[in-house]
């Protein structure tokens, strides 16, 4: 064989060589890629599992609550967040009274076509009063009211000066539609007004999503933190400082009665109406199970909103990831 050709036969072999090396590289990145990826499945399934663990001895606490007792922050289901070690990482729980707050549902009002505007219910106005406690500008509060009205009711008529329907909707740059139905989430209120991040961090915890129009507020369970809610439950009766300073000095079993709340010295004297007193609760029926799951490399999270009746919790609807 002459000399060129024994050096054309080495680098078609160099070349061979080469190619084969690249193959063989590649295939050992793909099937690396896909022992890691497999791995990631098996990690995040087992975290899944996991979490339905947690929700489960959740749901066993919730039925722990006597029926027709008052619910309150001193009993074993509101325990703040426990901590569990599972094998690769650790379970951490915690339960929330999903009526501490104020369900931007209940804004909902049904009305026949071509009905006026009915006045503001007792709903409507603890909405705008505590959005003012919170230093929401009047125009604002009252623009999301409405909005959320519309947005939840079955018509067409748009509320007030600031309400909107399909029409308003449709004309923006990414059109939509109202959703002509009940809130499953806060995330909505972007929809309708383009909440700002300040915005929604004074909302966080004040507002909630529950699937009723009529729940009431469990008033055991407020934190002192609220104090603006509790304010404008009770039609500002009493002071900012007065309601945290009631919610401090709550009983440690929670009061028995609404009766017994507003027969508190701090509230002597004052009259609440009787629309606003239906708004008040010491017991509650829905509640938020929030599981965080830390397993080797994954992290998992389920929110899981249950309802308690008759001693028996049931599942409403889950979530996974952060809330609004």
């Not at 017991?283 to 929110?303: C, E, G, M, P, W």
Request: charged fraction near 20%.
């Amino acid at each position: 064989m002459k000399r060129a050709e024994q050096g054309a036969a080495m680098i078609f072999v160099l070349l061979v060589v080469a190619t084969l090396s690249i193959v063989a590289v590649q295939i050992t990145e793909q099937l690396r890629f896909n022992v890691k990826r497999l791995d990631n499945q098996r990690q995040n399934t087992q975290a899944y599992w996991y979490s339905l663990g947690g929700e489960q001895l959740a749901r066993t606490l919730l039925e722990q609550i006597e029926a027709d007792k008052p619910v309150h922050r001193g009993q074993a289901w509101a325990t703040e967040d426990a901590v569990f070690p599972i094998d690769g990482g650790m379970l951490q729980g915690r339960i929330r009274d999903a009526q501490a707050c104020l369900n931007v549902n209940n804004l909902l009002v049904m009305r026949t076509p071509g009905e006026a505007e009915p006045a503001p219910t007792a709903s409507q106005q603890q909405f705008v009063a505590l959005l003012g406690l919170l230093g929401f500008e009047q125009p604002r509060a009252e623009l999301l009211r409405e909005r959320i009205q519309d947005w939840i009711d079955a018509d067409f008529q748009p509320n007030g000066l600031n309400g909107a329907e399909d029409l308003v909707y449709s004309d923006r740059e990414q059109p939509l539609q109202s959703a002509n139905q009940l809130m499953v989430s806060l995330t909505e209120l972007n929809l309708m007004a383009e909440m700002s991040a300040q915005e929604q961090a004074l909302l966080e915890g004040m507002l909630c999503v529950l699937p009723v129009s009529d729940s009431a507020v469990n008033v055991n369970t407020l934190s002192p933190d609220q104090a603006p809610l509790l304010v404008a439950l009770l039609n500002a009766a009493i002071s900012q400082e007065d309601a945290r300073a009631l919610l401090q000095q709550r009983p440690e079993n929670g009061w028995e009665s609404v009766d017994q709340l507003l027969a508190d010295p701090l509230l002597a004297g004052k009259e609440i109406p009787e629309d606003y007193r239906a708004t008040l609760a010491v017991q509650s029926a829905f509640f938020r199970a929030t599981i965080n799951v830390l397993y080797f490399d994954t992290r998992f999270n389920l929110q899981s909103l249950m309802k308690l009746d008759n001693n028996k919790a049931s599942l409403v609807a889950r979530r996974y990831g952060e809330l609004f």
